[in-house]
Nanobody, 121 residues
Framework: QVQLVESGGGLVQAGGSLRLSCAASGRTFISYTMAWFRQAPGKERELLAAVTWSGVSTYYADSVNGRFIISRDNANNTVYLQMNSLNPEDTAVYYC??????????????WGQGTQVTVSS
């Protein structure tokens, strides 16, 4: 069982940056693939970025590639999402997720409660 708690959301102006954090509980964090999703009102949940346990393999959606960076600190059971060059279209609730697998994928087993990110124009 893994529990995930996101933090770092808030209000930022267009062009600004935010760093989201996701603290995970559980001794098996190191073996899980971790990801960030977001969901805007009226839109489907979108997989933004994922990282394998080693940090070597990553995935980025086209919508954030080159602007967002996912990373993880296995010693502190934390995964991060550095978000740069934010624009109003990035406004959404951002979720951290964990997958009981060592490979990248789209199906995740555990979810955080979400953190709101609002980008003003």
């Amino acid at each position: 069982q893994v529990q995930l708690v996101e933090s770092g959301g808030g209000l930022v102006q267009a062009g600004g940056s935010l760093r989201l954090s996701c603290a995970a509980s559980g001794r098996t964090f190191i073996s899980y693939t971790m990801a960030w999703f977001r969901q805007a009102p009226g839109k489907e949940r979108e997989l933004l970025a994922a990282v394998t346990w080693s940090g070597v393999s990553t995935y980025y959606a086209d919508s954030v590639n080159g602007r967002f960076i996912i990373s993880r600190d296995n010693a502190n059971n934390t995964v991060y999402l550095q978000m740069n060059s934010l624009n109003p279209e990035d406004t959404a609730v951002y979720y951290c997720a964990a997958r009981r697998a060592s490979a990248l994928g789209r199906n995740y087993d555990y979810w955080g409660q979400g953190t709101q990110v609002t980008v003003s124009s």
